[in-house]
C-alpha cells in the first residue's frame, strides 16, 4: 500500500510569512494527524481529525495554525504569521482509527528566517 | 507536555551485540507503543503493549512493560548498522486520548 505523502519536501520562509503543508494519508484511514517535531524532541501532537471532524487541537496555537481536512481525506496545515520557534518538521500521520498504530509520512522541514 | 522520558538520550555499540533502551512515564496508562525514526523520515511503528501485558515480541525486538515501576524497555537483540536510529516511546493514558511521545534514546550502531 502507498504510504503517507507530504509536500514539500522542505521550506524556507521569512519570519512573518505564511506557509501551507499538504498530507495525503493511506487509502482508507479515518484517522490523521499532524504532529510539530522540533530538533531533537519528540513529536507533538498539534491536531487529530477523525474523517473531517477535529478530535483534538488541544495544542495547536489557534492564532497563527489552522488546519482542514476537507472530504476527510487530504489534509492541510498553514501557518499565518510564521515566528521563528516554529522552525520545526512538521508530521502528518493516518491510522485506521483512534486506538490503531499510526503511520508517518517523511514530513515538511521549515525553516524560519 | 510530554509525559514520559527514555533512558539513555543516546547509544553506540557495537553491530552484533543488544541494545536496551528504557522509558519511563508518570501516570498509569492504557498502553504504550515504541516507534523508530530513521534520520530525515517519519516515524515507524514497532510494538505495542497494552498495560495488562508485560512483555512482547517482535522479530528481534522484545518490549517489556512494568506498570508498577511505570517503565518499560525496548531490546534489540543481534543489532545491525540499519538499526541505526532514534527511538521512541509513546503512551495513551486512556483509550481514547492523545499518544505523548519522550523525547526518544538516538541508537547508533558502529561497524
Known amino acids: 500500500e502507498a504510504g503517507v505523502a507530504q509536500s514539500p519536501r522542505y521550506k524556507i520562509i521569512e519570519k512573518r510569512q505564511s506557509v501551507a503543508f499538504w498530507c495525503n494519508p493511506i487509502?482508507?484511514?479515518?484517522?490523521l494527524y499532524w504532529y510539530q517535531q522540533i530538533l531533537g524532541q519528540g513529536p507533538k501532537l498539534l491536531i487529530q481529525?477523525?474523517?473531517?471532524?477535529?478530535?483534538?487541537d488541544s495544542q495547536l496555537p489557534k492564532d497563527r495554525f489552522s488546519a482542514e481536512r476537507l472530504k476527510g481525506v487530504d489534509s492541510t496545515l498553514k501557518i499565518q504569521p510564521a515566528k521563528l520557534e516554529d522552525s520545526a518538521v512538521y508530521l502528518c500521520?493516518?491510522?485506521?482509527?483512534?486506538?490503531?498504530?499510526?503511520?508517518f509520512g517523511d514530513g515538511t522541514r521549515l525553516s524560519i528566517l | 507536555s510530554q509525559q514520559g522520558e527514555e533512558d539513555p538520550q543516546a547509544l553506540s555499540i557495537q553491530e552484533g551485540e543488544n541494545a536496551t533502551m528504557n522509558c519511563s512515564y508518570k501516570?498509569?496508562?492504557?498502553?504504550l507503543q515504541w516507534y523508530r525514526q530513521n534520520s530525515g523520515r517519519g516515524l515507524v511503528h514497532l510494538i505495542l503493549?497494552?498495560?495488562?501485558?508485560r512483555e512482547k515480541h517482535s522479530g528481534r525486538l522484545r518490549v517489556t512493560l512494568d506498570t508498577s515501576k511505570k517503565s518499560s524497555s525496548l531490546l534489540i537483540t543481534a543489532s545491525r548498522a540499519a538499526d541505526t536510529a532514534s527511538y521512541f516511546c509513546?503512551?495513551?493514558?486512556?483509550?481514547?486520548?492523545?499518544?505523548?511521545f519522550g523525547k526518544g534514546t538516538r541508537l547508533h550502531i558502529l561497524p
Open positions: 481529525f477523525q474523517n473531517n471532524g477535529v478530535v483534538d
Open positions: 487509502s482508507g484511514h479515518a484517522t
Open positions: 500521520a493516518s491510522s485506521t482509527g483512534q486506538n490503531q498504530p499510526q503511520h
Open positions: 509513546a503512551q495513551r493514558k486512556n483509550r481514547d486520548d492523545k499518544i505523548i
Open positions: 503493549i497494552r498495560s495488562n501485558e
Open positions: 501516570t498509569s496508562i492504557n498502553n
